[in-house]
């Protein structure tokens, strides 16, 4: 895609782009993980922001 001259942005993107660090890749990944246990830890909140047919707060968790 880069070779055929089609997409010269997508093209000047790939060429300039730095590669990143083997730190900043353990720590884009890390914080990848705990993004991801501290949305399965969270209680959640859907049910709180859901609103009825009126348009006022439902108060009943389904």
Do not use: I, K, W
């Not at 990143?20 to 969270?42: H, N």
């Amino acid at each position: 895609m880069v070779e055929s001259g089609r997409y010269p942005q997508f093209a000047r993107r790939v060429v300039e782009a730095e590669d990143p660090t083997p730190e900043e890749r353990f720590e884009f990944g890390l914080a990848c993980v705990l993004d991801g246990v501290a949305a399965r830890c969270l209680p959640d909140r859907t049910a709180a922001h859901r609103t009825d047919a009126a348009g006022g707060r439902s108060r009943t968790a389904p």
